[in-house]
């Protein structure tokens, strides 16, 4: 499996971005995609996730109303849009699939990671 993150970049707060995740190397039926965030010092946490199969998602409460994560279930593509970015969303993200599907919200249930990319919101 191999994941790999683009479109991280410096913004100015209020601004958008979006994030996508390519994904190879086996087919994802029935696996959870998720993104997560870590700065300097801190534990990686969670943004959100997406079932493969069924589209659903789930957000950590500073993502909802903001970010949206998808797939393109044909290109084997992740996104994650975020709007309204403001300076704590700051850090460098990453893409991760998890083949149980459980415990979405946890790192350590992702068993796969990508090398990340940097987000930069300035105030």
């Known amino acids: 499996v191999e994941l790999v993150e683009s479109g991280g970049g410096l913004v100015q707060a209020g601004g958008s971005l979006r994030l996508s995740c390519a994904a190879s190397?086996?087919?994802?039926?029935?696996?959870?995609m998720g993104w997560f965030r870590q700065t300097p010092g801190k534990e990686r946490e969670f943004v959100a996730a997406?079932?493969?199969?069924?589209?659903?998602?789930t957000y950590a409460d500073s993502a909802k109303g903001r970010f949206t994560i998808s797939r393109d279930y044909g290109k084997n593509v992740v996104y994650l849009q975020m709007n309204s970015l403001k300076p704590e969303d700051a850090g460098d993200y990453y893409c991760?699939?998890?083949?149980?599907?459980?415990?979405?919200?946890?790192?350590?249930?992702?068993?796969?990671w990508g090398r990340g990319t940097q987000v930069t919101v300035a105030s």
């Open positions: 991760a699939a998890n083949r149980n599907g459980d415990n979405r919200s946890s790192p350590t249930a992702y068993g796969y």
């Open positions: 997406i079932t493969w199969n069924r589209g659903t998602t």
């Open positions: 190397g086996r087919t994802f039926n029935n696996w959870v």
